[in-house]
């Protein structure tokens, strides 16, 4: 009972720049403005690399770089650097979309030791570090480590930049899909709530495809309670958002008009049910354009 992942937002996981040191005996810190910034401008260009290569989907080529990446700021930077941590997460990262848990959750832990060392328990990038962790533990099925690394990520973030921060609505929804899985579905309702009440208030944020992801998420959890006539609107709402704005022959949809159809069934009304489930198969078996 989920929109499908392309309309899933998810909260960034690699970070190509970061400054600012507070460790003594730094070896950034020692080094001469022209140095200083000739040497972070080969690292940024191996992280720039990394990741236009990650976005290229061509992984094993990004793998290459994001190790030059970590290699290099151990040798100019540091082992305890920032820019270490940021070259660790990013493998991490890569590491993690193969499926090599156990390696990502390696990089992930040794980035986070770093960043809560030199930039304080309370900074954004422990956040990030902490909801990378989270996302493998979450893979692995360890659902009470990655609620605990979610919560204090979100607590941070809510601190640092505000409850209304996208990134920390997105740090919340990750928290809510942890809830949901753990079957915690108050808590999960309560984070769904928060977040479209907090669009609600804002013109500018409502109606956009990630409200309508909150709006689907929230009548989800309504769903698994067997609160069918509470999901139904929610659900309905939410079709009628995203047929504005991703339009209504986009195959992003099929996901909502089945979750309509079921809850229609639930309900016992099966030609409602019939008419959604019919929509939803056009929509299947349409050839792309």
Known sequence: MKLSKSLVSL?????????????????ECAMAPEELKAKDAVFKDLNKKTLELYQQGKIKDALVFANQSLDYSKKTFGSESPKTATALNN???????????SDAEQCYKKSL????????????????????????????????????????????????????????????????????????FLEAETIYKEIITGRDSKKDKKDDVSYAKALNDLAAIYYLQGKYQE??????????????????????LIVVLDNIAQAYKKTGDNAKALTYTERAKGLRNKKPA
């Open 91 to 101: 493998l991490g990262e890569l590491y993690r979309i193969q499926g090599k848990l």
């Open 231 to 252: 999901c139904l609107p929610l659900f309905t709402k939410t079709l009628s958002i995203l047929e504005t704005k991703i339009g209504v022959n986009s195959p992003d």
């Open 11 to 27: 909260f960034l996981l690699l970070v190509l720049t970061l400054s600012g040191c507070a460790k003594q005996n730094c070896l």
């Open 113 to 184: 030791a770093i960043r809560e060392k030199v930039l304080g328990k309370n900074n954004v990038q422990v956040a990030l570090s902490q909801n990378n962790l989270a996302s493998v533990y979450f893979a692995e099925k360890r659902f009470d480590k990655a609620e605990a690394l979610y919560k204090d990520s979100v607590e941070v973030l809510n601190a640092t930049l505000g409850k209304d921060d996208l990134n920390t609505e997105i740090m919340k929804r990750n928290l809510a899909e942890v809830y949901k899985v753990e079957k915690k």
